[in-house]
């Protein structure tokens, strides 16, 4: 029994464990944003659209009866298919999935622009022009190979 706790302990505190614990913390928060967004704006602005339909008042009574909310229904205990929370689900899915798109783009250009400045990045000099003969030679060089000029040179190196 020690050694089933030791082991569930090693595992539960292992680094990618406790990522996936965090993405499932911050999925919840953001589900409930999105959620909130889809019942308090986004529903309202289509029933404003499409004719002052509440969606999460569109269902069918099983029992054959009509009732004036879901509420009243589910207050007597009759069984109802909910298609108007279906819709505000299908619509809660869209929008997440919209999000998650433009986050991924948005993250997919910040590493693009950042591969780019790393790629576009000037190259230390390594060469510079002999100020006598013009030949390209070696940074580090104190004397022209090509015409044994004495270079200026730098008395901090």
């Known amino acids: 029994m020690k050694k089933f706790i030791e082991e569930f302990k090693e595992f539960a505190v292992r680094g990618n464990m406790m990522d996936l614990a965090i993405g499932i913390i911050i999925g919840g928060a ?6 909130s967004l889809v019942n308090d704006i986004v529903n309202p602005l289509l029933g404003l659209i499409i004719g002052d339909i509440d969606f999460s008042n ?21 069984s109802v ?28 250009k910040l590493r693009t622009v950042g591969k780019k400045q790393q790629e ?3 190259a230390e000099p390594t ?12 940074i580090k060089a104190t004397r022209c190979p090509h015409c044994t000029s004495l270079l200026d040179v730098d008395p901090t190196e």
């Open 120 to 122: 576009e990045a000037p």
């Open 81 to 108: 298919f909910k298609y108007g929370s279906f819709i505000s689900n299908v619509i809660n899915f869209i929008i997440m999935a919209f999000v998650v798109f433009c986050l991924v783009k948005v993250i997919n």
């Open 127 to 138: 060469t510079k022009v002999c100020p006598y003969c013009q030949t390209e030679i070696s």
């Open 30 to 35: 953001f589900t409930t944003i999105v959620n």
């Open 58 to 78: 569109l269902f069918i009574a099983l029992d054959g009866n009509t009732y004036a909310t879901l509420a009243d229904a589910e207050a007597l205990g009759v």
